[in-house]
């Protein structure tokens, strides 16, 4: 066989030997992009290979993008980029500022020969699930954000396993996957903590939470923190027209409700940080200037893309957790 060489006892696994013939092939152009690849018979009949062996070399050329398979046809050369080593499938529920720290961070660490694709699910399961099917084998490695998308595990578990990599949110149905992750209830719970000095000047603390995208460790670690310490509470999950109060304190996962409570705030001639207070989430250049300054708690996206990068590049699997800070500024 022309175009593919398998040798024994050189110490390479056959599988590989089939692959660095059909690369070499390629790249000397004897094998052009849309042409037909020998069939797995004929190599498993020349070589006297079994067909896992053949059907193995031919699924990991099909995850790089080198080629792609028609039912009951065969394989044909997809891409001549031979360079692209891994094609990384990167889930995301959505693009946000934070987000896209998160993405351009994971790009800049992953290296210039590793293709990524990036596809967005929107909360939906519908979505999540067709994604997954759709692209299922025809990457090296898959990146999750299941958020707390009811059922993402069972159709998580579709995947290869040891090529699925979750991604800012993790739970216990997911522990077996290696993971680069917040830890919702920890990081308020510490970050309040860390507050508490300042809230002791306020009379209630005020979760918004809408509890559709809001994960919700959030507001297990906010009841966790008012218990431990006496504050009186309340949870809402909204904030349309309602009257704030002197000595309240707003703590907001949503930038949406952080305009809605500081237009309120200005039609009631409120002061912020002194007759009411708020806490926002995720860090963004613009609350350090907004209103004198918008306390957050965040994590760091950056390093989040980072650790991710590194950890597919290095093999690693590990569950991080990423690290969570309060800034505190003048709205508290």
Request: with cysteine; glycine share 6%; net charge positive.
């Amino acid at each position: 066989m022309k175009l593919i060489l398998v040798q024994s006892n050189i110490g390479i696994p056959k599988y590989k030997q089939i692959i660095s013939s059909i690369e070499k092939a390629i790249e000397e152009e004897k094998l052009v992009k849309g042409e037909k690849l020998p069939s797995i018979n004929k190599v498993c009949t020349a070589f006297s290979l079994s067909r896992d062996t053949v059907l193995q070399a031919y699924e990991d050329l099909k995850k790089r993008g080198l080629i792609y398979a028609i039912l009951g046809k065969g394989y044909y050369v997809k891409s001549t980029q031979i360079k692209t080593k891994q094609r990384v499938f990167l889930l995301f529920e959505e693009l946000n500022i934070f987000k896209e720290d998160l993405y351009n961070s994971f790009l800049e660490n992953i290296g210039k020969n590793v293709q990524v694709d990036i596809f967005f699910h929107h909360f939906n399961i519908q979505v999540f699930q067709k994604l997954i099917n759709d692209n299922n084998g025809d990457y090296t490695k898959y990146v999750i954000m299941p958020t707390n998308l009811v059922g993402a595990d069972l159709y998580i578990k579709n995947l290869p396993v040891n090529e699925v990599y979750i991604l800012d949110q993790t739970n216990l149905e997911l522990k077996q996957y290696p993971a680069v992750y917040q830890n919702h209830k920890k990081d308020i719970f510490e970050a309040l903590l860390k507050g508490k000095h300042k809230l002791l000047n306020y009379k209630i603390l005020i979760l918004i939470f809408p509890g559709y995208r809001e994960p919700l460790g959030m507001k297990e670690g906010f009841e966790k923190f008012c218990d431990a310490f006496s504050f009186e509470n309340e949870i809402i999950t909204e904030f349309f027209d309602r009257e704030i109060k002197i000595g309240e304190v707003y703590i907001i996962p949503n930038d949406r409700d952080l305009v809605r409570v500081i237009e309120k705030a200005k039609s009631q001639d409120l002061k912020l940080g002194s007759d009411f207070g708020i806490v926002s989430y995720n860090e963004t250049p613009l609350k350090k200037v907004v209103e004198n300054g918008i306390t957050t708690i965040s994590t760091n996206f950056n390093a989040m893309g980072k650790i991710m990068a590194e950890m597919i590049l290095n093999g690693k699997k590990k569950q991080i957790e990423n690290r969570c800070s309060l800034i505190i500024r003048n709205s508290l």
